[in-house]
Structures are given as C-alpha cells and as structure tokens.
C-alpha cells in the first residue's frame, strides 16, 4: 500500500512510519522539521521537508497518489496553543484542510487522523468514551477537534473516508522531553542527567499512559479497518504521578529524589479514556505494559541526548 504520513519525523510518526516499512508499504513523509528530527525518519521513506500549509502539498500528493494518508503534524503543544493561538490554528486547521484538499483531489481513499483526549476538555465522568461531551479547554483541543468536523464533510461530500484517533498520553522512545513533553519524557531525562524529578501538586492525579508502539499499531489497523470512526486510544487504565515515581524507582533500583511543586492551574485531575470502541472496531488491543515501557524509554534517554 501507498501511505504519505505527515508529521513522519516526529515522536509518534515516525513509529508509524517505521511499522508501515516493516509491513511492506510504500511511504512518503511531510514534514517541516519544526519539533521533529532528521535521526528519526526512516531512510526508506521519501521526504519531502515541507510545511503543511504549502500549496506545493498538492503537487507531493498528485506526484506520489497515495492510497491513504495518515495525519500526525500539528503543532502539538498546549502552552505554545495558548500563547499564539492563530499559529496554532495555522497549522492544525488552515495546515489540515489544506491536506484535505490535495487529497480529495487526487482520489485518496482514506486519512487517518490523529486527535487527541484535549477535545473532551474535563471529564465529567471517568473512563471517558467517544460520546463524552467535547468541551476543549484550550486552543489546542479546538484546533484538534475541528479537523474532525472537516473529516465528515469531506466524507459526505466526496466519500474520502477517515477514521480519527484521540489518543490518551502518549509516550516511549524518541519523545521530546523539551518544552512540555509529556511527563515520562520528562522524568526519564531528568534521571538520565542525575537530577530530582518535579511533581506538581499532590502526585495522585492519574493519566492514561499508552506506548507509542501500541498507537503505531492502531494506525495501521485504522487503514484497514473502520469507516467514519472517531475512537480512543488508549489502556483505559489510570496510573497516577506517584506511581510512575514508584514505578521508576523500581525499574532503576534507585531512590529518585522528588520535589513537589504546587498545583499547576488548569491541570485535569484524572484522565481515562474508554477504549472499548478501537478493540471492537480495529480489532486493536494495547499490548505493553507500563514497566516495560518505562524501562525502555529509560534506556533511550540514557543512549540519546536530545538537543
Ligand atoms: N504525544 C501525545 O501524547 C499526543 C496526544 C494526543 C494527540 N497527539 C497528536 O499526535 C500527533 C503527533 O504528536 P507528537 O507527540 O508525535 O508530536 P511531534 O511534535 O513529535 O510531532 C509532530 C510532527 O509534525 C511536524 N510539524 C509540525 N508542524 C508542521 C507543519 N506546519 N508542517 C509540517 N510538519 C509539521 C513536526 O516537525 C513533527 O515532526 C499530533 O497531531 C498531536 O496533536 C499527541
């Protein structure tokens, strides 16, 4: 199969990427290099360094008639969301639909798209499912969410169909532990140079830790499977950021020394996401587990140092 996947040299992507080479597809990727990283694009994928917003998108898609498209660039930072929120939207929305239209254009079958648990905004009740209301509480969760309103029109209006993923946290190796990586990213950097690692508030907020391998494994199954779906992905499981520290602590054989900040404003207490409907639609299973994820993610940053 043909795939261009967008966003290929970032933490998530560039998973996918690799996964879809072992399958045996053929893959381009799109990406501006603005988080992601040359070290991380597969050297059997075509590149092409561009900015989503471009217009020579079209040009790359009417070259390379993708079968599909799997949609991982967008500025995915919160803070930077509410910081500037129009470049935000530049690139989750006006970048979007401009990919959407060089799809349509030139006949591709389906997009996958990566959405996010920030559409759902606060739980107001736990696991959150795909019928949760969408209630963003930033930009971020706006921009990720307005691409699935196009999705279904373009569906509608000229049968490119999609399924749209809404992952819970995502982690593993390659994640970017700059700016406000997520927090394992984080920690595992912060172990890997000897410093204490920073816990905000009391510690027993929980998240939904899933491995980006088990991500990159849902992508490939959205290709084959699901028609106009939105879905979690997610392990449905919370682990709260006193467990990761203790969790850590195991998987080092250390004491990792901690010190506890206040509150950050705005931080969802607890975060779940119901992941009944990618099991029973994709026929997909999160497989790792936690420990030994960790372990691995341990082992990248002490190999890697990410500048
Ligand atoms: N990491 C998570 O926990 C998480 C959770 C929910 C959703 N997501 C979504 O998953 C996707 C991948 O996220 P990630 O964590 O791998 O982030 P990332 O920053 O590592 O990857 C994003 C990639 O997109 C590229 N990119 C950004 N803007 C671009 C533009 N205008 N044109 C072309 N390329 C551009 C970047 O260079 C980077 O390679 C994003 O859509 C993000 O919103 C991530």
Redesign the pocket.
């Known amino acids: 199969m043909k795939v261009l996947v967008?966003?290929g040299?970032?933490?998530?992507?560039s998973h996918i990427v690799d996964h879809l080479i072992a399958a045996g597809a053929s893959v381009a990727v799109?990406?501006?290099?603005?988080?992601?990283r040359e070290a991380n694009l597969n050297p059997q994928a075509r590149f092409y360094n561009?900015?989503?917003?471009d217009p020579a998108l079209r040009e790359i898609l009417a070259r390379e008639r993708p079968e599909a498209v799997v949609h991982?660039?967008?500025?995915?930072s919160v803070g930077v969301s509410v910081a500037r929120p129009e470049a935000d939207a530049e690139?989750n929305i006006q970048?979007t639909l401009n990919l959407l239209e060089a799809a349509r254009l030139v006949g591709v079958r389906k997009v996958v798209y990566?959405?996010?648990?920030a559409v759902y905004g606060e739980p107001a009740y736990l696991p959150v499912d795909e019928v949760h209301p969408v209630a963003p509480l930033s930009p971020y969760g706006v921009s990720?969410y307005t691409p699935e309103l196009y999705l279904a029109a373009y569906r509608q209006l000229y049968g490119l169909d999609y399924v749209a993923l809404r992952?819970a946290?995502?982690y593993g190796p390659r994640?970017?532990a700059l700016g406000e990586g997520?927090v394992i990213a984080v920690f595992a950097e912060r172990l890997s140079r000897g410093e204490h690692l920073e816990v905000f508030g009391d510690g027993a907020q929980t998240r939904d830790f899933i491995h980006v391998e088990d991500v990159a494994r849902a992508n490939l199954k959205a290709l084959e499977s699901g028609s106009a779906l939105i879905c979690n992905v997610s392990t449905g499981e919370p682990t709260s950021i006193n467990d990761l520290v203790r969790l850590l602590a195991a998987v080092t054989g250390g004491d990792p020394a901690v010190s506890y900040q206040p509150a950050r404003e705005g931080d969802i207490r607890h975060s779940r996401l119901d992941n009944l409907r990618a099991r029973r639609y994709l026929d997909w299973t999160p497989i790792r587990e936690l420990r030994e994820g960790l372990e691995e993610t341990l082992r990248f940053y002490a190999q890697n140092t990410l500048e």
């Open positions: 967008t966003g040299a970032g933490f998530i992507g799109v990406d501006n290099l603005s988080t992601g561009v900015d989503l917003t991982e660039a967008a500025q995915a690139t970048g990566a959405s996010s648990a990720k992952y946290n995502v994640q970017d997520g």
